[in-house]
């Protein structure tokens, strides 16, 4: 079991996330350098709660934003990244074909506006 503790305040920390920003309140412990930004932040929130996991390979040792009591991660993220995906690999071929395409016509063009000079 998981035990988590109170604050200044005596108001539970239920998650880490709510622990990270109370220390990070406390008062220069979290420096520029260490701060999480907040497209960081809703990314990691949004995967967490698509997938129930926490970590790539791994699972990690605590959820970011689910409850401390719910336990340790069960599972890695890169496995439910992979069952997404595994349900439409038609889906997947069809736009890296069309990204190919498009990269070569890219190609193609550039090609054809520096470098030929048309039986000059």
Do not use: H
Request: glycine residues 10%; charged residues 20%.
């Amino acid at each position: 079991m998981v035990a988590y503790g109170t604050g200044s305040t005596g108001t539970a920390t239920p998650t880490f996330w709510d622990c990270y920003e109370r220390v990070k309140d406390i008062g220069g412990l979290v420096t520029d350098e260490y701060e999480i930004s907040e497209n960081y932040r809703s990314l990691i929130e949004a995967i967490e709660e698509e997938f129930t996991c926490n970590g790539i390979c791994k699972p990690g040792l605590f959820f970011f934003f689910r409850p401390v009591s719910e336990g340790p991660p069960i599972k890695a993220c890169l496995s439910g990244f992979q069952e997404k995906i595994s349900n439409k690999p038609i889906a997947v071929g069809i736009i890296l074909a069309f990204s190919f395409f498009l990269a070569f016509l890219t190609m193609w063009t550039t090609w054809s506006l520096c470098c030929y000079r048309g039986g000059k």
